[in-house]
Nanobody, 124 residues
Framework: QVSLVESGGGLVQAGDSLRLSCAASGRTVNTVKMGWFRQAPGKERDFVAAIMWNGGTTNYADSVKGRFTISRDDAKKTVYLQMDSLKPEDTAVYYC?????????????????WGQGTQVTVSS
């Protein structure tokens, strides 16, 4: 079992930046991918970004390409989401997730472990 804890959310103005962190603990040896998802009130959970642990291959949702960057720190077992040029439409609860399989990095149901989320609110 993998335990994930997100941090770094907050209330910011449009155009500001935030960096989210997701620290993994427990049995992480089988984790091959980590992802970030977000969910706004009354809406479905959406894919944001993912990174493959081996090699660091990344994927991004079209809505965040060029603004968000996902990265990892192997020694700290932590993944980050650097968010620049934030927009009000980015407002959501952001969740990190860990998965055991190489496929389905953009699909929430293909991840097995989830954090409890961190709130990001962007005002205009």
């Amino acid at each position: 079992q993998v335990s994930l804890v997100e941090s770094g959310g907050g209330l910011v103005q449009a155009g500001d930046s935030l960096r989210l962190s997701c620290a993994a603990s427990g049995r992480t040896v089988n984790t091959v991918k980590m992802g970030w998802f977000r969910q706004a009130p009354g809406k479905e959970r959406d894919f944001v970004a993912a990174i493959m642990w081996n090699g660091g291959t990344t994927n991004y949702a079209d809505s965040v390409k060029g603004r968000f960057t996902i990265s990892r720190d192997d020694a700290k077992k932590t993944v980050y989401l650097q968010m620049d040029s934030l927009k009000p439409e980015d407002t959501a609860v952001y969740y990190c997730a860990a998965g055991r399989y190489w496929f389905g990095s953009t699909i929430g149901s293909h991840y097995e472990s989830w954090g409890q989320g961190t709130q990001v609110t962007v005002s205009s």
